[in-house]
Every structure is written in C-alpha cells, then in structure tokens.
Nanobody
C-alpha cells in the first residue's frame, strides 16, 4: 500500500504565503506525476498544479505566477509554495500521485490521494 502524508495547511491573511508538503511512502517502484488539487465548499475538486517526473509543470490559470510546484524525487515528496494568497484560494488541498507498482509480477500505475489539508485565507 502507499501512503501520502500532507502538511503545511493553515490560516493566513490575504497576501500571505504558505508551503504545502506531501510525502509518499510504501511499496512502489517509482512515482510518475505528482500534483495538487483543491476543493472549496460547494465546488468541484479542481487542478491546482502538477509536476511530471521530468519536472514539466502545469498550473491552473488562477494560480499561475503565484504558486510554485516542486518535487524532491529522492524523498518522494512534492511541495506547493503559495504566495500572494487570496480569499478565493480557501479550500481543502489534496495531494495526488501516480505510483508505479508491481503486483503479481505485473507493473501498473495507480493514482493515490492524500487526506487533504485545509488552507484558509482571510480578507
């Protein structure tokens, strides 16, 4: 099994910064894409940022230029540096990873989600 442990959420004033971390552990061969999604009350979960193993990154238009995703492949950890936070960034943020596993002699890619961490931005 694979576990994702998130940390770094909290309450911050508008214009402030937070840094989220998500560490993957367990039995797997490698990790492909890692990313962050968020879900605000009454809204659907949406993509925030993703990073391929080769460090190609993708951002939602609403956070581009303010958020930065990075990863440490040696630590199986992905980070999200969030600057210039706005009240509309308030949401539960979820880590997402595509893990390559070996099961019964076959390799497969499985998507895992973290438990979520609350980010609240006050105006």
């Amino acid at each position: 099994q694979v576990q994702l442990v998130e940390s770094g959420g909290g309450l911050v004033q508008a214009g402030g910064s937070l840094r989220l971390s998500c560490a993957a552990s367990g039995r797997f061969i490698s990790i492909n894409a890692m990313g962050w999604y968020r879900q605000a009350p009454g809204k659907q979960r949406e993509l925030v940022a993703t990073s391929s193993r080769g460090a190609y990154t993708n951002y939602a238009d609403s956070v581009r230029g303010r958020f930065t995703i990075s990863r440490d492949n040696a630590k199986n950890t992905v980070y999200l540096q969030m600057n210039s936070l706005k009240p509309e960034d308030t949401a539960v943020y979820y880590c997402n990873t595509d893990v390559v596993r070996n099961s019964g002699g076959y390799t497969s890619t499985v998507t895992y989600w973290g438990q979520g961490t609350q980010v609240t931005v006050s105006s």
